[in-house]
Structures are given as structure tokens and as C-alpha cells.
């Protein structure tokens, strides 16, 4: 018996690295390589964001769910049925559960991180990711055709986004009609235009390493979708929390006196809360991509291992010479034999890849196009001039008059004896869509 010794070479620690890829021909699947390994404070710091995250969206839709809990039988009721704001009442406890479910789902991932983590004395994402693990080689098993490691991941990835990138665009519109701060219009529209030029430049850029691009895009994805979907209405909710009043579940009667106020948050009412079912659909959209982006991620991370050095220098033994040549013989003999049932496939799976790669390119230039049509729009409607005593102001994709919500008029101010042709012409100069 002959023994060889071979020295075990590491990847440098200070950049991500590719699982070695198993010998033998190359798969349609995902199956050649595994994961993004990485240094030891890399995955600490990719853990603890994932943690956050968990929480930040815990916290958000337990906030959602206490406030269609309480809103029946309370001042907000009141408000929301003398204004018809809103869904209906009865359907409150279907939008409190759909709330306290999101909540609770994002509570169990990061509550099963944290205690799976102490368990193993080591961090880790849960046991639902070590499980993907083969404890013989430590490959991972295939999950089909919708998993991480499916050989259509890119085409299934540009599809979601350009389905949820459409929802946010038509967002984006409500939001020009209805949101009173010019600065946080923008930021969403930033935002929708972010996630629809990113897919296509992150795989423009790291084209060439497959497993780095795929968990980057999930990444990208995750986060601009709590952005985009959680943050404003958040800021929105918290910009009027300093005047509420838990106790009565309600704004002091007194603001309701002011007119501004009182157009401003019933505009603002609009976007925070769900205002039908479809609403609540494409809420749901959202949500279930934002868990399955972060729960796909986790699948391709993982802590790079560490070697000791007598793992490092454990000699490897080799079978002896002559064993096992007859099988040899057998394999060399069938896989003649299947030479040219494997050349007619792979010309077949080199013509499917190519339609595949157009089919990808087109959903990319797509979801560009919406970019640039989003920018155009917003550029636009920034563009419309504004009115000297409009007090509150939005900017409408599409129109080319004004929108006002407010609009003051003062006889004393611009000398004007009331008339009704006078009033009539100044009130012709705003958009007919922002009249009340």
C-alpha cells in the first residue's frame, strides 16, 4: 500500500470564496458550486444584518397589526368613517392578521438565529440552512426548479422583479398624487429606479462568477424591498406620532380645526394604510419576496471553515495500483458507447441556454426601461410650475396643470374684489384630478 501526502491550500480570508466545484462532467443545475464563504467577521457582520433586518420588519408589521387591532371602537374610527378612509371595519381583524402573521414569521427567523447560534456555539443562520448540508462531502442538495441553485434562478429572479417592480411604479404614481413632502417622493422614486437598474448591473458586473451574482441579487433585492416598501410609510407614521394620543386611539380635536393639517394627513392617510384588497395583494407581494430573498441568501452564505494545521497535514492514502481496473475498463467501454447521445444533448442544452440568455436579456432591458420611463415621468411632473397661494401642493405624473390640494384664496392680498369670473380663471389655472 502506497501512501501521497498533498498540501492543502486556503483561499486568502480577506475576500469571499467559491466551495471547490465536484469533479466530473458539468450539470444544467447549480449543482457545480455551493456557496459564498467568508471570513469570520464578514459572516458576523452579514448575520448580525440579517438579525436587524428581522427585527426592523418584526417591528413594523406588530405596529400595523396594533393599529387595526385598536382602530374599531376608537377616535381613528370616527376619523377614517367621517372621511371614508380606508377599508371597511370589518375588515380590520383580516388586515390584523395578516400583520401579526408577517410578524411573527419574522420574529421566528430571527429568534431560530439566535438560539441556533447559541446551541452550536457558533453563528449560524438556523438549522434549516445546515440541513441543505450533505454531512458526507458538505454539498448541497438540489431544490428543484424554483431553488437557489436551479439552472433558471436568473430568469425567475428577473420575472419577480419586474412583476413587483411594476407594482412599485404604480406606488410611485399614488404616491405624486398623494404625498405632501417633495423630498420623500423622491426618495421612493430613487428607490423604485435603484431596484430596476440593479438586477441588470449586478449581473452585468459579476457575469463571470455565478454564485457571487446570485447572492448579491438576492441581497439588492432584500433590502431595496424593505426600503421600498416598509420605509415610507414608517416615516409617515412617525412623523405624527408626537400628536397622538394612545389613550383615546386618536388626534386631539383641536387639529382637526386646521385645515392644512387636516388635508395634509387625510392625503398621507392614503398611503399609510391598506386601501383595498388589491392593495393588500400587492402588500403581500412584497412581504413574501422580501422573506424569500433574505431565507435564499442565508442559503448560499456560509462561514468559512477553518483547517488545523494537523487537518492540513493529514496524509491521504491512495488505493494500490491495478485495483478496481476491470470496472475502470467498464466505465471507459459504456461511456464510448454514450458519446453521441452526449454530444446530441449538449448541442440541445447549448441551444436552450442561448434562448434562455435572450430571454434574460430582454426581461433586464425591460426592467431598465422602467427605470428610465420612472425618471422621465418624475422629471415632468416636477417640472409644472407652482400656484402663488396653493398651500399644499403635489406633483401628479402626467399632468400638465398644478395639483392642488389647498388652494387659498385672498381677495385682500391680490386686490381683487371676489368675483366670480376672477376666481373662476384662478381656479381654471389647477388641475381639475386634485379638486376635492
Not at 4 to 26: I, L
Not at 300 to 314: D, F, M, N, V
Amino acid at each position: 500500500m502506497q501512501t501521497t501526502r498533498e498540501a492543502v491550500q486556503t483561499p486568502p480570508t480577506d475576500m469571499p470564496a467559491v466551495a471547490p466545484a465536484p469533479s466530473g462532467p458539468a450539470s444544467s443545475t447549480f449543482a457545480a458550486f455551493q456557496f459564498v464563504e467568508l471570513s469570520s467577521w464578514s459572516f458576523r457582520l452579514v448575520w448580525l444584518g440579517f438579525l436587524v433586518l428581522h427585527g426592523l420588519c418584526a417591528f413594523y408589521f406588530a405596529l400595523n397589526a396594533l393599529l387595526y387591532d385598536k382602530t374599531p371602537g376608537s377616535m381613528l374610527e370616527v376619523t377614517f368613517v367621517a372621511y371614508n378612509v380606508g377599508m371597511s371595519m370589518d375588515d380590520y381583524p383580516a388586515l390584523t392578521g395578516m400583520h401579526a402573521i408577517f410578524a411573527a414569521l419574522h420574529v421566528l427567523l430571527g429568534v431560530t438565529m439566535v438560539l441556533w447560534s447559541l446551541w452550536k456555539r457558533r453563528f449560524s443562520f438556523g438549522p434549516l440552512q445546515e440541513l441543505t448540508l450533505d454531512s458526507f462531502n458538505g454539498r448541497r442538495k438540489s431544490k428543484g426548479f424554483f431553488g437557489v441553485e436551479g439552472a433558471h434562478f436568473d430568469e425567475i429572479l428577473a420575472v419577480r422583479e419586474i412583476v413587483e417592480s411594476a407594482l412599485q411604479a404604480y406606488q410611485a404614481y399614488r404616491m405624486s398624487q398623494l404625498l405632501v413632502r417633495p423630498w420623500l417622493n423622491r426618495f421612493y422614486v430613487g428607490m423604485l429606479v435603484v431596484n430596476c437598474w440593479m438586477a441588470p448591473l449586478v449581473h452585468l458586473v459579476f457575469h463571470r462568477n455565478e454564485l457571487l451574482r446570485r447572492a448579491l441579487s438576492l441581497l439588492c433585492d432584500a433590502i431595496l424591498d424593505f426600503t421600498a416598501a416598509m420605509v415610507v410609510p414608517a416615516v409617515l407614521m412617525f412623523s405624527y406620532y408626537d400628536r397622538f394620543d394612545p389613550e383615546t386611539w386618536g388626534f386631539p380635536n383641536a387639529l382637526w380645526y386646521d385645515d392644512v393639517w387636516t388635508v395634509k394627513i387625510l392625503s398621507e392617510f392614503q398611503i399609510m394604510l391598506v386601501m383595498s384588497w388589491g392593495d393588500l395583494a400587492s402588500r403581500c407581494v412584497f412581504s413574501i419576496g422580501l422573506i424569500s430573498c433574505i431565507e435564499s441568501a442565508k442559503e448560499l452564505i456560509r462561514e468559512k471553515p477553518s483547517l488545523s494545521p494537523s487537518t492540513a497535514g493529514a496524509p491521504v492514502t491512495a488505493s494500490a495500483p491495478g485495483k478496481g481496473e476491470k470496472q475502470a475498463a467498464a466505465s471507459v467501454v459504456a461511456q464510448r458507447r454514450s458519446t453521441g447521445r452526449l454530444r446530441l444533448w449538449e448541442s440541445f442544452r447549448h441551444a436552450r441556454s442561448q434562448s434562455l440568455r435572450r430571454f434574460l436579456q430582454v426581461l433586464q432591458a425591460l426592467c431598465g426601461v422602467l427605470g428610465l420611463v420612472v425618471i422621465v415621468l418624475h422629471v415632468y411632473a416636477e417640472s409644472t410650475p407652482r400656484l402663488e397661494q396653493c398651500l399644499i401642493q403635489v406633483n401628479p405624473w402626467l399632468e400638465r396643470k398644478p395639483a392642488c390640494l389647498f388652494l387659498e384664496w385672498d381677495c385682500h392680498i391680490n386686490h381683487d374684489s371676489g368675483g366670480s369670473a376672477t376666481v373662476t380663471a384662478e381656479w381654471d389655472k389647477s388641475s381639475p384630478t386634485s379638486r376635492g
